[in-house]
């Protein structure tokens, strides 16, 4: 049930919103993990830059799978919604399966490493085999946001906390397991990532299959059919297709800088720790799609409270101390790669500043029901930060790995730019219509 205006406070939004930011935070943390694990090879600069390649195509797929988490919890309100809701998610999964494949085991494959990703000849196998571990990751990670929309949806958030916690225990035992035998490569990078997220999306499956059996069979905000959940769909999957190329770009234009493999691996451990920072504000839009309706006010309130909170912990590590020790100690990084990646993390630090507010008005759109504008904001987002990238890579390529950081701020504080541009132009043309809307809705919801 959810809560009403009468005993809604600053304290139960924080009571919905922690277990969500702490499963997203761990989610980075399982990077970190594997991150750590290929830093002990001996060739580790090859290593992470070839496993930095891979994710960076992997994460395209990824990223279309894991909207069934948001599709879900937005329209599965009964039995029958979620029966619609899984034959879309095995038709979505089967279509990206049918893209990655034809990745992983053709010369295509070649070619995108190769003379996209611009890869040495000696890494494409290597990064090939990474791949062709990785798209299977895909499929358990979209049944798991299938499982974590239904769970969302109910309210009960600790179990993505809780499936979390269990996914990084088996991670990091087979981590150490793989330090201690001595036999490190990239494809055990990705075997670690592959058992984890099995583990996980096990335990959202046991916990959704639960909370189904509970539900109606039918109920009044139902969706008719597999087409009403694409046309939901199609607009995040549109916006994000653009958003996803940011990283391979980036990939690329590092790819051409003075010193590849460095510049590849000093981007991907920074960028694991911002990401790390960043995961536990990175829900800040499920306040905004639950609670702004009818406590704007307090949306706005919580927003300000938590917002700049990311940028001061970037900073903290960035210029004191405690950031060499996390980087040395935490991460396993030492010599010229610890100096890289630190400076990488700096530039970061607009990222961290702008992130927590692109979400809130990302959320805004969903509330108002124009989630095309997306499109609009993470195109700026992604043409930003590819004129970034041509001129850092043109002009000054010995920053090496602090030209991807660079193209992702610049990029991040464009996207925040369009966004908000766009939701105060709708909220003063029809802000009011839409509330009125949205009260109706969380009316219905409370009757359900």
Not at 144 to 169: E, P, S
Not at 249 to 255: C, K, P, R, S, V
Not at 369 to 390: C, D, M
Request: net charge positive.
């Amino acid at each position: 049930m959810k809560k009403t205006k009468e005993n809604l406070n600053m304290k139960s939004l924080f009571i919905f919103f922690i277990p969500l930011a702490l499963s997203a935070s761990l989610v980075t943390i399982s990077h970190i993990i594997i991150n750590s694990t290929l830093v002990r090879a001996d060739n580790s600069e090859f290593i992470l830059a070839g496993y930095a390649i891979a994710m960076s195509l992997f994460a395209i797929t990824e990223r279309l799978g894991n909207l069934l988490r948001q599709t879900c919890s937005s329209l599965v309100r009964d039995k029958e919604s979620y029966k619609l809701m899984s034959h879309f998610s095995f038709y979505l999964i089967g279509s990206l399966m049918f893209v990655a494949f034809a990745v992983a085991y053709t010369p295509a494959g070649d070619f995108i490493f190769a003379k996209i990703f611009g890869a040495k000849a000696s890494m494409v196998d290597d990064i090939k085999a990474i791949y062709q571990v990785l798209i299977i990751v895909t499929i358990f990670s979209a049944l798991r946001c299938l499982a974590q929309g239904v769970i969302i949806y109910n309210r009960q958030t600790k179990w993505l906390t809780i499936g979390m916690v269990i996914r990084l225990a088996a991670m990091y035992l087979l981590s150490l397991f793989f330090i201690h035998t001595g036999h490190i490569t990239g494809v055990s990078g990705a075997l670690i990532f592959l058992i984890g997220m099995i583990v996980e999306c096990s335990v959202s499956f046991i916990e959704a299959r639960s909370l189904v059996h509970k539900m109606p069979e039918k109920h009044e905000l139902k969706i008719e059919s597999k087409k009403s959940i694409f046309k939901f769909y199609s607009p995040l999957m549109l916006s994000s297709v653009i958003v996803v190329m940011i990283g391979p770009a980036i990939n690329i234009a590092l790819g051409k800088t003075v010193n590849i493999e460095l510049a590849i691996a000093s981007y991907a451990i920074a960028l694991s720790v911002t990401q790390l920072i960043l995961s536990l504000f990175s829900y800040i839009h499920q306040i905004v799609i639950n609670f702004y309706g009818e406590h704007h006010a307090l949306v706005k309130k919580f927003l300000l409270v938590v917002g700049f909170i990311p940028c001061i912990l970037v900073a903290i590590l960035s210029y004191t101390p405690l950031g060499v020790l996390f980087f040395e100690h935490v991460i396993g990084v030492s010599g010229r790669l610890l100096d890289a990646s630190i400076q990488v993390f700096k530039v970061t630090m607009l990222m961290a500043l702008v992130f927590p507010f692109v979400d809130y008005f990302n959320g805004l759109l969903m509330v108002y029901k124009r989630t095309k504008i997306t499109i609009f904001s993470q195109g700026a987002n992604f043409i930003v930060t590819l004129i970034a990238l041509i001129i850092g890579v043109t002009f000054a390529a010995q920053w090496n790995g602090t030209i991807g950081a660079i193209g992702l701020s610049l990029g991040s504080l464009a996207e925040l730019i369009v966004v908000g541009s766009f939701v105060q132009a709708i909220e003063r043309k029809d802000g009011k219509v839409a509330m009125f809307q949205i009260k109706g809705l969380l009316k219905a919801g409370k009757n359900r």
